[in-house]
């Protein structure tokens, strides 16, 4: 039997500013969903990182059902009711339109799915980060899916050597979803070319090269794609099947050793390292820094066993020491150059208009004397 997983986040309100949202907010949500065991689902999890709630949906409906994103939709507004009971700050903020028309995407809430026909054994990852965007996985899958000097496998693995097939999304395109598939390894440097650009090209999944069967699935969600104007940063979410065919948890975890550099800090405007953080870590820093957390689990004939957490281990201890070093040597720069985002990415438009408001204040220096033709001639 296919099963599908379904992962769908948003952020509908949080205490003490965009930090994480309440247990009330939670289990307003959990309950909600819970109607869905009767006849859409056979089972979920409701996880937070940062502000962020997600729900991962197990069912058997394929990706994109529309009673299954109604089921996540309706659970966000019973959730933003809560929020707004309660006082919560942003309640609603990622509901970006007023009635649901049949799927999720494009009205604010991320989501990433992915149906398979379940392994004997089923592991698979999911990623929930904060204060980032969709683009903060580019350098992590592509080190964990096509470089052998994180993963092994590539080398060791007769189902993984003969790569992998990424499809990238050009996330600043509005008029629909304007996407490429690369193969790796030969497609390597094209790869490579696209995903420096973070804010731009967008892993959205990954299929292996052995036997077609995916692997990870990512949410490309650009919030300010939809609102016309920047209403929070996107924070991704994002599943991933591993062992076997997939490369191994720890292939896949290794990468978020480097805590590099990504957009979101402090009203999303900001660049910071991305830390990976236990269950249930709220912002702080700087409204930061941005944050991922891992969840692994198991499912089975529709049922998911009980979440491990992937960066609870003394390991990560050190990572997360050097990610808060790398914070603040970032910090100590301010505003300046690569400490904060370019222009297209600023949450606020505020710069815009101080820059337009210098304009008439701008005067041209008396134009040089013009050059001798002769001078314009290369020697
Ligand atoms: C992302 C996030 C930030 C805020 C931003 C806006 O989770 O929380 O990107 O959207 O800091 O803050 P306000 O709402 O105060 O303008
Ligand atoms: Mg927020
Ligand atoms: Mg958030």
Redesign the pocket.
């Known amino acids: 039997m296919m099963t599908t997983l379904t992962v769908i986040k948003a ?1 509908v309100g ?1 205490i003490g ?2 930090v994480a949202p309440s247990r009330n907010l939670l289990d307003t949500i959990s309950r909600h969903v819970a109607r869905g065991m009767d006849d859409l689902i056979s089972d979920f999890y409701v996880a937070h990182t ?3 709630i997600a729900i991962l949906m197990v069912h058997d409906k394929g990706v994109g059902h529309e009673e299954i994103h109604r089921l996540a939709w309706e659970a966000f507004k019973a959730g933003t009711a809560t929020a707004q009971e309660q006082g919560l ?2 309640a609603g ?1 990622d509901l970006l339109v007023d009635s649901f028309s049949g799927n999720v995407k494009g009205a604010g809430p991320a989501v990433a799915e992915m149906e398979f026909q379940p392994r004997a054994n089923e592991p698979f990852l999911m990623f929930l980060a ?2 980032t965007e969709p683009g903060a996985y580019n350098l992590p899958l592509y080190l964990a899916f096509a470089d052998p000097m994180n993963t092994g496998g590539l080398l060791l693995s007769p189902e993984i050597t003969k790569g992998f097939r990424f499809r990238v999304m050009d996330v600043s395109y509005t008029h629909g979803d304007r996407v490429i598939e690369l193969a790796t390894p030969e497609d390597l440097y094209n790869l490579a070319a696209l995903l420096r650009d973070n804010d731009r090209f967008v892993v959205e999944s990954i299929f292996s090269r052995h036997d077609g069967e995916q692997a990870a699935a990512v949410s490309t969600t650009r919030l300010h794609n939809i609102a016309g104007k ?4 996107d ?1 991704p979410v994002m599943l991933v099947r591993v062992q076997k065919n997939f490369p191994a948890t720890g292939e896949i975890l290794a990468p978020y050793a480097i805590a590099h550099y990504v957009g ?1 800090f ?4 900001h660049v910071g390292p991305l830390m990976p953080v236990k269950h249930g870590t709220g ?1 702080s820093y700087f ?1 930061g820094p941005p944050i991922v957390s891992g969840w692994g689990f198991c499912v089975k004939n529709g049922r998911l066993t009980e979440p491990v957490d992937l960066f609870d281990h003394p390991f990560w201890d050190a990572v997360r020491s050097r990610a808060a070093d790398k914070a603040m040597e970032m910090r100590r720069q301010g505003f300046s150059g690569p400490a904060m985002l370019p222009y297209s990415e600023l ?2 438009g505020g710069i815009v208009r101080i820059l337009e408001k210098l304009e008439p204040r701008f005067t041209i220096r008396a134009a040089k004397k013009e050059a001798k033709e002769t001078e314009l001639v290369p020697a």
């Open positions: 952020d949080s500013g965009h940062g502000d962020d700050y942003g903020q904060d204060k920047y209403t929070g940063k924070d979101g402090m009203r999303g405007s912002c409204d949450e606020y």
